[in-house]
T-cell receptor, first 113, second 115 residues
Framework: DGGITQSPKYLFRKEGQNVTLSCEQN?????MYWYRQDPGQGLRLIYY???????QKGDIAEGYSVSREKKESFPLTVTSAQKNPTAFYLC????????????FGEGSRLTVL | LAKTTQPISMDSYEGQEVNITCSHN???????ITWYQQFPSQGPRFIIQ???TKVTNEVASLFIPADRKSSTLSLPRVSLSDTAVYYC????????????????FGKGTKLSVIP
């Protein structure tokens, strides 16, 4: 089945540690996105990429980094510079069009201890 | 760039029809209106998309008046499993090369279905 796979589903980290969240898609989509969701809030865009080896900052990119070395993969690193990293992280992909239907993964919940 | 406004929450009894309205006063000529559904601890799921008049699929209907400054998502005969947050987005030309604004989700409408 085609889809988006995020891992791990749950992750605990100590303050000061970097952590990388994985996102893989087999939908052959060009565009991929990372969102952050806090309790009771909507989704906020962290980074997005429309082509391999290129990506743009979203609304809240500070303290995060990404790479897009392969079309299928768009990992997100939460660095120690992110002051409040505990959140639910969602990865999505889409074809590039003026309609923009997003396909989301199941999410990764990061808790900083 | 079109910004959307939705009610924060709504309650409905099982079996009733639910209508959730979204305002998008600054919608551009080539923008599409898209609705997503999100259950707790899951990623949002595409429900329906439209440009004008009415669109219907197996899950919902989307009503868009002629001026396109608002849209209404209609869920027929809701069940407890329809309890979720519903997001309205306006996505338009320039999406592929523009900034993040068109990809921003608001807080959505939390629908609670009561037995």
């Amino acid at each position: 089945d085609g889809g988006i796979t995020q891992s791990p589903k749950y992750l605990f980290r100590k303050e000061g540690q970097n952590v990388t969240l994985s996102c893989e898609q087999n939908l052959n989509h060009d565009a991929m996105y990372w969102y952050r969701q806090d309790p009771g809030q909507g989704l906020r865009l962290i980074y997005y990429s429309q082509i391999v080896n290129d990506f743009q900052k979203g609304d809240i990119a500070e303290g995060y980094s990404v790479s897009r070395e392969k079309k299928e993969s768009f990992p997100l690193t939460v660095t120690s510079a992110q002051k409040n990293p505990t959140a639910f992280y969602l990865c999505a992909s889409s074809i590039i069009s003026d309609r923009g239907e997003l396909f989301f993964g199941e999410g990764s919940r990061l808790t900083v201890l | 760039l079109a910004k959307t406004t939705q009610p924060i929450s709504m309650d409905s009894y099982e079996g009733q029809e639910v209508n959730i309205t979204c305002s998008h006063n600054n919608i551009a000529t080539n923008d599409y209106i898209t609705w997503y559904q999100q259950f707790p601890s899951q990623g949002p799921r595409f429900i329906i998309q439209g440009y004008k008049t009415k669109v219907t699929n197996e899950v919902a209907s989307l009503f868009i008046p002629a001026d396109r400054k608002s849209s209404t998502l209609s869920l027929p005969r809701v069940s407890l499993s329809d309890t979720a947050v519903y997001y309205c987005l306006v996505v338009g030309v320039g999406y592929s090369g523009a900034g993040s604004y068109q990809l921003t989700f608001g807080k959505g409408t939390k629908l609670s279905v009561i037995p």
